[in-house]
């Protein structure tokens, strides 16, 4: 079973997915799994390498095909990867308006890098960013579509510390201000705290448990019990 083109609703949701099945062959990765993500709500995945967590993110993208189930959304998500993927060849501009129609294109991309902080560099190119930069170009080339579904894949795992606290406070005043459903994929507990509603915790193709970072009201009790569910024993979690 293919996945079914997206749905319209009216319940405020930016997706929901409904027994969910992803196989490779004879081995599933994705097993009954139901999920629902709120218009403006933040959602972070964390799990061990290897538990479904991409393949659940490329599935709500439309990248794979599923087996069983059935995913339901407003419209057509936006993903933000790990690597930034500009077109070398093309302007920051051209890259943030890649998909847009020609008509206000140029204005459109404008006002999204303005957002990031880029508003004076739409006629540079990719080869004279950072990092920190580039990724930054790729979150505009995302919310310039006004997406209601916002996928980000360990987008700043490639990063360095002061570099990804800072998109850590960009991406939280962007959501805020658009307001996406959001589903953040990452290895990094403290990054989950620091920027999710709710934390769900993924183990062998299933949601294994689920946070509410507002109700946990301790952080620090809450790294120690994420850590301590993502299999870390209790010396390493201090």
Not at 135 to 158: C, G, Y
Not at 211 to 237: C, I, K, N, P, S
Request: proline letters at 5%.
């Amino acid at each position: 079973m293919t996945r079914p083109h997206p749905v319209h609703q009216d319940s405020g949701d930016a997706v929901t997915v409904t027994d969910l099945r992803r196989a490779y062959g004879n081995r599933t990765v994705i097993d009954a799994l139901t999920l629902r993500i709120a218009r403006g709500e933040f959602v972070a995945l964390l799990g061990e390498s290897g538990c479904g967590k991409t393949t659940l993110l490329r599935a709500l993208a439309g990248l794979d095909p599923i087996q069983g189930g059935r995913i339901d959304a407003p419209g057509r998500p936006a993903v933000v990867f790990q690597e930034h993927r500009l077109l070398p060849w093309d302007t920051l501009w051209s890259n943030v308006a890649l998909g847009l129609p020609p008509q206000g294109a140029r204005e459109r991309a404008a006002a999204a890098l303005a957002e990031v902080g880029l508003g004076d560099r739409l006629d540079d190119w990719p080869r004279n960013l950072s990092g920190g930069q580039a990724q930054r170009v790729a979150l505009a080339r995302a919310l310039v579509q006004e997406p209601e579904l916002l996928l980000l894949d360990e987008p700043f795992a490639a990063l360095d510390a002061l570099t990804r606290i800072r998109m850590h406070g960009l991406v939280k005043e962007l959501v805020a201000r658009h307001r996406p459903g959001v589903l953040l994929v990452t290895h990094d507990v403290d990054e989950a705290i620091a920027l999710a509603d709710r934390i769900l915790v993924m183990r062998s193709g299933v949601i294994a448990a689920e946070h509410h970072t507002e109700q946990a009201g301790d952080a620090l009790g809450l790294r120690r019990l994420l850590l301590a569910e993502l299999g870390v024993r209790a010396g390493f979690a201090a």
